[in-house]
């Protein structure tokens, strides 16, 4: 005898992502799973006396979002630090940073997000002196938005102990000036420095912060996440450890595939953890490795130089990669390596495939390249070739990297996001948001990815548009696809019988709408193991 739904949702549009039955009106819920969809007429038949019945207007209904890349545990970490992602200028960050200084009052710290000197009109990469003149008082360190590099001022140097006399860390670079001085300028891992002597968190205000960034989840459509490491692995068993805590009391609201830092490799193999063990809420994830950094702190390794620096810099040999890579592949423990520059994609690209040619994988879940930023036509070509693999590229950067790519790299920005020719490979492709790096909001990245645009809607007619996606393939790119890519297809990414019951009610038809207007389009249900977790409009309800 079948169940009666606990909620059905009905007079709707609902793209399942089910290639077997791509459209329903209805779909009914009972627990946390979806009983059926189809028709109205089907569907509503099974309602039962106490069955809530929710009528769509037509709206659209999709799976619920999945972001593969998700930097969740350092987004609760900063949550109350300053945005300046909105900051259009160099003015508006100066303001930014003084208002906090007033807030905060004298000594405290200020800690600042999301700079994007390569789109502020004044295109002008800030400073110790400058963070000085603005907040005398305070020690201040603020990240570029892609967090390779972060920018002190002088008490921030002093409480790390940066002078003069400091050497590069490994694999960081302490930037000087003519006369050796620190600029305060930090790149890569040489912003642990700062790191290391920032005021933790007490778990308390961690786990709260959590939540919070949970529910602003929930707003943007997202019901699964997997979080990833930052290099250093400095972060990799506190994350494990708070996401536990969640899940243990009962406060674990979202989906979440929790990544361990490549540094944790033979712990991991020790204690005969497998990637993909856990339940439907908590699952470990993938072990993290580093090839290179970024193109706007110019670290991204490439082939040729950029414009205006040399050929970026390699960050974990790819060597010792590949050793860590061997040993967690015949242990079942999947990876991903995150590669930016067009060199690094190359030797990654080259490394799995002599990985693949040594025989059987014992990983049931593929292994990942992460971002694939810059890559030239003769390795997709290789690419299209891994059995094993799957990408995750990040549109939303996109919309924040257009200036930047242009002023690096020039022409060559060609085989940057090349997200329609890594899709042809046939190898998976899994969009996500890089978040904080960039805005977490999906339908950002679907809009990126269709328009290939700022979010002011420029260039007017999109930046090498050959690359840009249809609306049904970024849909893809969020749901199914990283459902299965990540071992979790036959449980939640599409509208199906027997699944979660994940899904979202968008107030705009996605698929038909001008693409400008999808960054607009906002989320007017999230729907969540079966409940309803956020809703910005009453839907009608029977």
């Given at each position: 005898m079948r169940s009666i739904p606990d909620i059905i949702l009905y007079n709707g549009n609902i793209q399942t992502q089910n290639d077997a039955h791509p459209l329903a009106q209805a779909v009914a819920i009972s627990g946390n799973r979806i009983l059926s969809f189809g028709s109205d007429k089907n569907v509503l038949q099974l309602s039962g006396k106490n069955t809530h019945l929710l009528d769509l207007n037509k709206r659209l209904v999709l799976p619920g979002f999945i972001d593969t890349h998700f930097h969740f545990y350092e987004w609760a970490l900063n949550y109350d630090s300053i945005d300046l992602s909105s900051a259009g200028s160099f003015g508006e960050m100066e303001e930014a940073v003084a208002d906090k200084a007033l807030t905060l009052g004298k000594g405290c710290w200020i800690v600042g997000q999301g700079f994007n000197e390569s789109d502020w009109p004044e295109n002008k990469m800030p400073d110790r002196y400058d963070l000085d003149r603005i907040a005398p008082d305070n020690p201040v360190c603020i990240w570029r938005c892609d967090l390779h590099l972060s920018v002190a001022n002088s008490l921030g140097l002093k409480l790390a102990n940066i002078n003069s006399a400091s050497s590069d860390p490994k694999d960081g670079v302490i930037e000087k000036d003519a006369k050796g001085r620190p600029t305060g300028v930090l790149k890569e891992l040489a912003a642990n420095l700062i790191r290391n002597v920032l005021p933790e968190l007490s778990r308390a205000t961690l786990l709260e912060n959590m939540q919070k960034a949970i529910s602003d989840a929930h707003k943007l459509g997202l019901t699964s996440i997997h979080d990833i490491r930052l290099m250093g692995g400095l972060d990799g068993a506190d994350a494990l450890k708070a996401w536990q805590s969640l899940a243990r009391e009962k406060r674990l609201n979202i989906r979440c595939h929790a990544g361990l830092p490549g540094e944790m490799t033979d712990q991991a193999i020790d204690l005969g953890i497998t990637t993909g063990f856990g339940d439907d809420l908590l699952r470990i994830g993938c072990l993290k490795f580093f090839s290179d950094g970024g193109m706007g702190a110019r670290t991204g390794w490439m082939t040729q130089k950029y414009l205006d620096a040399g050929y970026g810099m390699p960050l974990t040999p790819v060597a010792q990669i590949e050793k860590a890579v061997l040993?967690?592949?015949?242990?079942?423990?999947?990876?991903?390596?995150?590669?930016?520059?067009?060199?690094?994609?190359?030797?990654?690209?080259?490394?799995?495939?002599?990985?693949?040619?040594l025989g059987k994988t014992r990983c049931t879940i593929p292994h990942r390249i992460e971002h694939v930023q810059m890559i030239l036509p003769e390795d997709l070509e290789k690419l299209s070739?891994?059995?094993?693999?799957?990408?995750?590229?990040?549109?939303?950067?996109?919309s924040l990297d257009i200036s930047m790519i242009d002023e690096c790299v020039g022409p060559r920005g060609k085989y940057a996001y090349n997200l329609k020719s890594i899709l042809k490979t046939g190898v998976p492709l899994m969009l996500s948001s890089d978040a904080p790096v960039a805005d977490p909001n999906p339908l950002a990245g679907i809009y990126s990815a269709v328009t290939r645009k700022r979010m002011n809607h420029t260039p007017k007619k999109g930046w090498y548009m050959e690359?840009?996606?249809?609306?049904?393939?970024?849909v893809k790119g969020y749901t199914i696809t990283p459902a299965v890519a990540s071992g979790c297809g036959d449980r939640v990414g599409s509208i199906?019988?027997?699944?979660?019951?994940?899904?979202?009610?968008?107030?705009?038809?996605?698929?038909?709408i001008d693409p400008d207007a999808i960054a607009e389009t906002q989320v007017d249900m999230t729907i969540f193991n079966g409940?309803?977790?956020?809703e910005r409009n009453t839907v009608h309800e029977k």
């Open positions: 040993k967690a592949d015949q242990a079942g423990l999947s990876v991903m390596v995150h590669a930016i520059g067009d060199r690094a994609n190359k030797e990654i690209i080259a490394m799995f495939t002599k990985i693949e040619c070739k891994l059995k094993n693999v799957a990408v995750s590229c990040q549109p939303n950067n996109l690359e840009g996606l249809s609306v049904d393939q970024a199906s019988t027997d699944k979660l019951a994940d899904m979202i009610v968008l107030d705009q038809d996605i698929f038909k409940k309803i977790v956020y």
